[in-house]
């Protein structure tokens, strides 16, 4: 029997960077929050043995324990679905900071034509560029909409970078820190992409170039370039994190509480309201019903989308009908990219998350896709993320994979290899989504959530031609070997690609197309708003998190106004 | 000192000791001869009171007993051979390294997702078997073993490198037959175990002195780069483990 604890303004579901920026921005107005979050707590004093791969980056300390919870996997409908069983493909996050803790910081604004990419395309290259399988929709809000709560964020994250990217959308402002260090080995990107006419600039980063306190009062070291990002935790306080910035602002204003060991179960709705979520204390393995006026899903991509499912909360999408919105348009990303064998030594171990220069003349609608068969494109960068001796064994592909040769090859090419990738964007199609499983359980009796994903030929064609751009830049680059990376034929949950899920519980102008509307309301339940990289109808050619945290913002404002005047906020 | 110490092959010894006779090798001259079987795989301590080198086991926390220990060592080391770069896997403890993981959550999948019901699955949807790593590990190395026996007439262990690569391939392959998980995943197992175990900390007990770290110009564990990032010239920096902290 579950225990009814009193009533709150506001409850979260997760303590990632959406979460973070809900609590501070909520609580900062005067609600009375609570921050339910199933990991524990932790702060930078607990990182400060964290140069450790093989326990962070090879057996995931920082990552979902499995054993709880998981997702099953399928390529396609008439494929059963089985557990993913390891973690590999993407790295779900937990405790305090979620994501937000192990990222490597690459804080991107979407692209005007992102959001509206049905419109845009359709006017450019008629209705039929892509098929009518790809469920192509604008997002309901447009850059210029958004653009002063991307700035919000960047300033909350203290954001380093330079504005002089002739692709991306306007900006108010500077950063506000500058462009970290631009290495030797950046600089040969620098010169390679110039020299082919393209035009490079420092990748934006949330590993800070200085010290910096935000709007908040709350400081951020200056990024040492240690290399140990992605995967770590920062021991500097230099790299922006939730438990760094947005929580500590929600805790200082008295009335905002984190709760841990709390894993939600339930988002418990009544006509069209919620009135709370069912929780169990996973230390004590007793329930509560934590009753709000406004219930926030702030957990990652495939948590939010799971508890709307179990809490029968929308109508789940159906491949076969077309019908129902939730689940739907679940899309990845698409990682391009060319591998260069070089003869001189490089300091390949040094290194920050977010140390790159990128170009985007091949990112978006940047380029002409006239003649192309696909369209959209990616983000290319080289980044010098610190490469670590257990998980970069860099070989060329004749080279036996284990034995004397390997050993000598791995050796010699460990500080002589450069690689060059891209965040290349992901279409959504009617046959990728989200649902329940019906025969795999977790550890508190819920269905696990399944995944139907597959690549499509949209990706495949954007694959093939970004990979070819990028040889041609490692070449330029001065590489004794280039390798352009595999063509991809079906996804794989085995080896790690990126964890920039996107979609399930997409943002929209319509309940006929989409779970929430503009400000992450859920149109079924006006006080319910669902958060993250879930509300994306597609995924860009960037990191996520920049977009995720300025919708999260304006977001935050909506619940701010809807707590004084209720109802629908569009 | 301990890098001077010499390393005593199994045929050094069989050749010195005069026993290296067909009719000697076999079960029970593996069986009697413990005390050689560690003593290849962690070279230490050259006083003994035979005149042989002979090492102090440090002891199993997995493995039970030194044949498949022996094997683990003598596969692992053909992954990563000593060569004219440095140690090899059995130099840089590495077999001690993995039995400490096997001992443990590595071993055992507590973080890992098994529930049943269990299917064999499509490439694509990863690792679908019942049993933990312990589990596969164990069965390989007996695998190993017994493909040895069945092809050589030997055990692993005894061996020429070529035979044993031989093996090792037909693994990778996944040409052996083993219960509730193939011999390629064992052997992509085994290959990333050396990997973990050359060039993690050295406080997980692999990554001897940390010669792992050494061979590939890695500095471990440095507090910050600040100063060096912008320079043209490659870095050599001793490296250093938390340990030393």
């Not at chain 1, 959504?428 to 977790?442: A, M, Q, R, T, V």
């Not at chain 2, 589990?135 to 390989?140: A, D, I, P, S, T």
Request: with cysteine; glycine share 12%; aromatic share 10%.
């Amino acid at each position: 029997m579950a225990t009814t604890l009193a009533k709150v303004d506001v409850v979260t579901v997760g303590l990632g960077w959406t979460g973070g920026i809900m609590v501070a921005e909520l609580a900062k107005a005067g609600l009375k929050v609570i921050g339910l979050e199933r990991g524990q707590g932790r702060s930078t004093e607990d990182y400060l043995r964290v140069h450790d791969e093989y326990r962070y980056a090879v057996r995931y300390e920082l990552m979902q324990n499995l054993s709880k919870e998981t997702i099953t996997i399928r390529n396609h409908r008439k494929m059963p679905a089985l557990p993913m069983r390891q973690l590999g493909s993407f790295l779900l996050g937990n405790g305090l900071g979620g994501s937000g803790t192990h990222w490597n910081g690459h804080t991107w604004r979407f692209l005007p034509y992102d959001f509206q990419i049905k419109t845009m395309t359709d006017q450019k290259y008629g209705p039929n560029k892509l098929s009518s399988d790809y469920l192509l929709q604008d997002w309901g809000v447009t850059y210029d909409e958004l653009e002063p709560y991307f700035y919000k964020f960047e300033q909350t994250a203290g954001i380093s970078g330079e504005d002089t990217n002739p692709f991306w959308g306007k900006r108010a402002h500077p950063f506000p820190t500058p462009p970290m260090k631009k290495t030797p080995i950046l600089k040969k990107f620098e010169g390679a992409t110039t020299k082919l006419g393209y035009t490079p600039f420092m990748l934006p980063s949330a590993n800070l170039s200085e010290a910096y306190t935000n709007q908040d009062g709350e400081p951020i070291n200056a990024c040492q370039y240690c290399g140990f990002c992605e995967r770590f935790g920062c021991e500097y306080g230099a790299k922006s994190s939730p438990e760094i910035t947005v929580i500590p602002t929600a805790v200082k204003t008295g009335h905002y509480e984190s709760r841990f060991n709390a894993n939600v179960v339930e988002v418990i709705k009544s006509g069209n309201k919620v009135t709370g979520v069912r929780y169990l204390d996973t230390l004590s393995g007793e329930e509560f019903i934590q009753p709000a006026e406004v219930v926030v899903l702030a957990s990652y991509v495939m948590n939010n989308a799971k508890l709307l499912m179990v809490s029968k909360i929308g109508q789940q999408y159906d491949p076969a009908t077309g019908k129902g919105t939730l689940g739907k348009n679940y899309c990845y990303q698409i990682l391009p990219g060319a591998v260069g064998f070089f003869d001189e030594q490089m300091n390949t171990f040094m290194g920050a998350g977010s140390l790159g220069m990128t170009i985007d003349d091949f990112n978006g609608d940047n380029f002409d896709h006239s003649d192309l068969d696909f369209i959209h494109g990616g983000s290319i960068s080289i980044t010098q993320t610190g490469s670590r001796p257990i998980e970069t064994n860099p070989i060329q592909r004749d080279t036996p994979t284990w034995g004397a040769e390997f050993k000598k090859a791995s050796i010699y090419n460990f500080t002589r290899t450069l690689a060059i990738g891209t965040q290349g964007a992901s279409m959504p199609h009617k046959e990728n989504f989200l649902s329940l499983d019906g025969n795999y359980k977790d550890a508190y009796g819920l269905p696990l959530l399944q995944m139907t994903y597959n690549f499509t030929d949209q990706d495949r064609n954007l694959y093939k031609y970004i990979t070819s751009v990028t040889e041609g830049i490692m070449k330029e680059m001065g590489a004794k070997t280039v390798e352009g990376k595999a063509p991809i034929t079906d996804y794989d949950i085995v080896g790690y690609q990126t964890t920039h899920n996107t979609g399930g519980t997409i943002m929209g102008s319509s309940p006929d197309n989409s779970v929430v509307n503009n400000y992450l309301q859920h149109w079924d339940a006006e006080n319910l708003f669902v958060i993250g990289a879930g509300n994306f109808p597609h995924n860009g050619g960037y990191n996520p998190t920049g977009t995720v945290a300025a919708l999260a913002y304006r977001s935050a404002e909506g619940i701010i106004k809807y707590s004084k005047s209720g109802g629908s906020l569009v | 000192m301990s890098e001077e110490k010499k390393v005593i092959t199994r045929r050094d010894f069989l050749k010195t000791t005069g026993i290296a006779t067909g009719a000697l090798i076999g079960g029970g001259v593996i069986g009697g001869l413990v005390g050689y079987n560690t003593k290849t795989v962690n070279p230490v301590n050259p006083s003994t009171s035979n005149g042989h080198v002979m090492e102090k086991n440090p002891g199993f926390q997995f493995f039970k007993n030194n044949r498949d220990f022996q094997v683990l060592s003598n596969a692992t080391e053909r992954i990563l051979p000593k060569d004219d770069l440095g140690p090899g896997a059995i130099e840089l403890d590495v077999p001690y390294f993995i039995d400490h993981q096997l001992a443990g959550q590595y071993g055992s999948n507590t973080r890992e997702y098994m529930h049943g019901p269990f299917a064999v699955g499509a490439p694509t949807q990863g690792y679908q078997s019942r049993l933990t790593r312990a589990e596969v590990f164990k069965q390989g190395i007996e695998k190993l073993e017994e493909e040895a026996n069945k092809r050589f007439q030997k055990g692993f262990s005894d061996l020429e490198p070529a035979q044993m690569d031989e093996i090792l391939t037909a693994f990778q392959k996944d040409e052996i037959a083993m219960v509730g998980v193939t011999s390629a995943f064992f052997f992509r197992l085994l290959r990333t175990a050396t990997l973990e175990g050359a060039y993690s900390d050295p406080m997980y007990s692999g990554n001897k002195n940390m010669g792992g770290w050494k061979m590939k110009g890695f500095p471990g564990h440095q507090m910050a780069y600040m100063n060096v990032i912008e320079s043209e010239k490659f870095q050599k920096i001793e490296p250093m483990s938390l340990g030393d902290m």
